[in-house]
């Protein structure tokens, strides 16, 4: 079995990392220190680490005060409060005011899991996204969360960072991947169709393009950690070069990465933009229910059978029965 | 300058400012503009020299609507040109209707949206703690603004963290958009209400230099837990028409008014 690490561990390992980095380093939490692990940080720095109680919304614009003093504030919660209830705080007292807050949200997503639709955070890329100058940052494993963070205490800036709750894959090594604006890694190329994706969907991608090796077809697959700014250029050369663009995300499909691959798409001056295939895979707008995060994913899509078939009927109707799944 | 004619050139800025820009808030702006007189001409350690000094004095002007009472006493602090006041709300100047701290010298903290200036100036008073910084914070609210829950939050934030250093007005002048705070939606009783939130309360009239002078003597004194002032105040002091009438809350008054609100202003200081 694959090297695992849970993304919220390698949170609170870079916390630690960058408070010695830098002294004037805060970190803020609601209530949550065990399970965002931010505990981490405040083991070793005590006077840097400020738990807020149950009160998101108070939180943000405290570490929006703090920011104004010169420091760099992490505040973290779970997606659902960080990005949602604290919307607005987020917004004005963050963003408006240009604050230099990064938002690590935890447990967003369908694969929260057992704690249902109430915690299940679908929406957050969308809210995040819409805001003015907002860095919005989806990683997807332990060393490319390591490595958003390191570039988010090194941007001036807000960024929000996205992380699940489950222990995925190991792909990025965890001290030397680096991470810029416009993150993208074609970690396989391929001409019959592209995978985006961003999140805890490494193997789901790389099952996909296992299943169209078997038939003898190459599946690019992307990797997109920085949902804005978006990397046009991997967008374009899917576009061109292999005309069916699959992005796969936790998160509603609306105002996550497949709209930001479409909006993409639907602005490059390009003449293949017009015959070009998009689907996207994601909470097909709608609200996920408590279950284990493996049966959540089955029921709403998020299986390789699933998306070779919505890939082939895309790509080439009728092929279906002369394809081994 | 004598803090009296401070807050009445405060006042003449207001008026003149929102009658130019034919829109802004008077009712509230000049309830509170005694006490950012005491605080701007007398009490903060604020340069317009050195307007990003670490060490200052911070002031958050949590009820953001009334930008222009914090954009006079710049002005006449010298933090920018009192000329400028004329481009209050303008497509071509900087200053916001709500305060924006990215563009004018001297803002401390972008506010506007009620509620959130509060838990700023808890962020600014727990990192001056934590840091052992010289400074204190200083917040002005609305007793209309009490009625978001995110006041609440801040309140029990600044006693849990003992923010001796932070120091919150709120000008309690009785009246919202809709009309009477205690119809709309009360938030009272205040003082109390502080109290059990774990405030240091001092009561006074909002509009009695030395009773400001003396709170904020007392709350310099006050170790282990942060002060409130509640501060009994006139919505649109000042200006006989305007006091305590709410539809002055966010109407700019015509040329006659205008000249009217200026001339009792001059005579009454």
Not at chain 2, 228 to 254: D, I, L, Q, R, Y
Request: proline letters at 4%.
């Amino acid at each position: 079995m694959a090297d695992m690490k849970a993304q919220r561990d390698a949170y609170g390992e870079v916390l630690a990392e960058l408070g010695r980095k830098y002294p004037n380093m805060f970190v803020l939490d609601a209530d949550l220190t065990k399970s965002t692990k931010t505990v981490t940080f405040q083991k070793e720095f005590p006077e840097r680490h400020i738990n807020c109680g149950i009160a998101e919304g108070n939180m943000m614009a405290v570490a929006a005060g703090i920011a104004t003093c010169g420091n760099i504030v992490f505040a973290s919660s779970f997606a659902m409060f960080a990005a949602g209830r604290a919307y607005e705080q987020i917004r004005n007292s963050v963003c408006y005011a240009h604050n230099n807050v990064k938002i690590v949200a935890t447990h967003a997503g369908l694969t929260v899991g057992e704690d249902g639709a109430t915690h299940q955070c679908l929406e957050d890329l969308g809210l995040m996204r819409s805001i003015p100058g907002m860095v919005v940052l989806a990683p997807s494993d332990a060393g490319s969360t390591k490595a958003a963070c390191r570039f988010a205490a090194e941007y001036d800036g807000p960024v929000y960072i996205r992380l699940g709750r489950l222990p995925l894959t190991k792909f990025n090594d965890e001290e030397n991947y680096k991470f810029g604006l416009e993150q993208a890694d074609v970690l396989a190329d391929g001409d019959f169709a592209t995978v985006m994706f961003c999140g805890p969907f490494y193997d789901l991608a790389m099952q996909v393009r296992e299943l169209f090796a078997k038939n003898g077809l190459n599946i690019r697959v992307v990797d997109v950690p920085c949902i804005k700014p978006i990397n046009r250029t991997v967008v374009k050369n899917a576009v061109k070069e292999t005309k069916t663009i699959v992005t796969i995300e936790d998160h509603n499909i609306y105002g996550g990465l497949g709209s930001a691959v479409a909006e993409a798409i639907a602005e490059e001056d390009i003449p293949e933009r017009k015959s070009v295939e998009l689907i996207r895979i994601g909470a097909q707008d709608i609200f996920g229910k408590s279950g284990a995060p493996k049966e959540l994913l089955e029921r709403y899509g998020f299986s390789a059978v699933e998306i070779a078939k919505k890939i082939i009927k895309t790509v080439c109707p009728g092929c279906e029965k002369n394809f081994t799944f | 300058m004598e803090t009296r004619d401070f807050a009445k050139n405060m006042r003449k800025l207001i008026v003149e400012a929102i009658y130019n820009s034919g829109s802004g808030h008077p009712g509230g702006s000049l309830s509170c503009a005694d006490i950012v007189a005491v605080l701007f001409n007398e009490e903060m350690n604020k340069s317009p020299e050195n307007p990003c000094d670490p060490n200052r004095d911070r002031f958050v002007m949590s009820k953001g609507h009334a930008a222009a009472t914090l954009y006079s006493a710049l002005a006449l602090k010298g933090f920018f040109p009192e000329e400028e006041m004329k481009t209050f709300r303008k497509m071509s100047g900087r200053l916001e209707g709500h305060p924006d701290m990215k563009k004018i010298p001297g803002v401390d903290m972008s506010t506007g949206s009620l509620g959130q200036g509060i838990s700023a100036a808890c962020g600014m008073a727990v990192y001056g703690k934590r840091a052992e910084k010289p400074y204190r914070v200083y917040a002005v609210m609305g007793d209309g603004e009490l009625e978001e829950g995110q006041c609440w939050e801040a309140f029990m934030f600044a006693a849990h963290y003992k923010l001796d250093n932070l120091c919150v007005f709120i000008d309690f002048n009785g009246l919202q958009i809709d009309g009477e705070i205690t119809k709309v939606m009360s938030p009272l009783p205040i003082p109390e209400k502080m109290k059990a939130f774990g405030f240091n309360v001092i009561e006074i009239d909002g509009h009695n230099l030395d009773e400001i002078r003396a709170a904020l003597k007392n709350a310099k004194e006050t170790k282990g837990m942060p002060t409130a002032v509640v501060c009994h105040t006139v919505k649109g002091k000042g200006v006989s028409f305007m006091e305590n009438v709410a539809s002055w809350h966010g109407t700019a008054p015509n040329k006659e008014q205008y000249e009217q609100a200026v001339k009792e202003i001059e005579a009454n200081g």
